[in-house]
């Protein structure tokens, strides 16, 4: 046990430096917007259509004190029957084709639908057309804001938020 407490004493503390103040002041204006043009909440549905789990970590992320989702009123729901937006992230696997499609059918309209990461954007490196997956998101269901990135940053991902709920705003 010495040894590591000698190793911990040695080695200090590891961490990341805090992201540059120009990203915070990014991340306050993205709130700011997001929290005029809502005005309410904002409930999202998370599917995993066969992604590598890379983006659902950026995803989570967006949970911590930093980003504070949570604090614009924007939450994460079980049931696609009480989202007002549909997050999915991965090609979509054969297996999830249906079910991507009946979860689209149970959201309500007006929906929003953003494919996150370059995967659900473009098929990415898993998503090539095999005999396993169906490709990008847009092929099984439109899409109405795209977020590139392997995985994206949970700043990218704010912004991609913001984008899709801008649009509906404005239509």
Request: a negative charge.
């Amino acid at each position: 046990m010495w040894h590591v407490i000698r190793q911990m004493v040695r080695t200090g503390i590891v961490t990341e430096p805090p992201p540059a103040d120009f990203q915070r002041i990014e991340i306050a204006r993205i709130h700011d917007e997001l929290l005029g043009i809502l005005g309410r909440a904002l409930t999202i549905r998370e599917v995993d259509a066969g992604s590598c789990n890379g983006c659902e970590l950026e995803i989570h992320a967006l949970g911590n004190p930093y980003y504070n989702i949570e604090g614009l009123g924007i939450k994460f729901v079980a049931s696609p029957r009480h989202a007002d937006m549909l997050l999915v992230t991965g090609p979509v696997s054969r297996h999830m084709e249906e079910a991507l499609r009946r979860t689209l059918d149970a959201t309500p309209e007006p929906r929003i639908v953003v494919a996150v990461g370059d995967c659900g954007c473009s098929g990415g490196i898993f998503g090539a057309g095999g005999y396993a997956s169906c490709g990008r998101v847009a092929e099984v269901i439109p899409v109405d804001v795209e977020v590139p990135g392997c995985p994206p940053t949970p700043l990218a991902l704010l912004r991609g938020i913001l984008g899709a709920v801008r649009g509906k705003a404005r239509s």
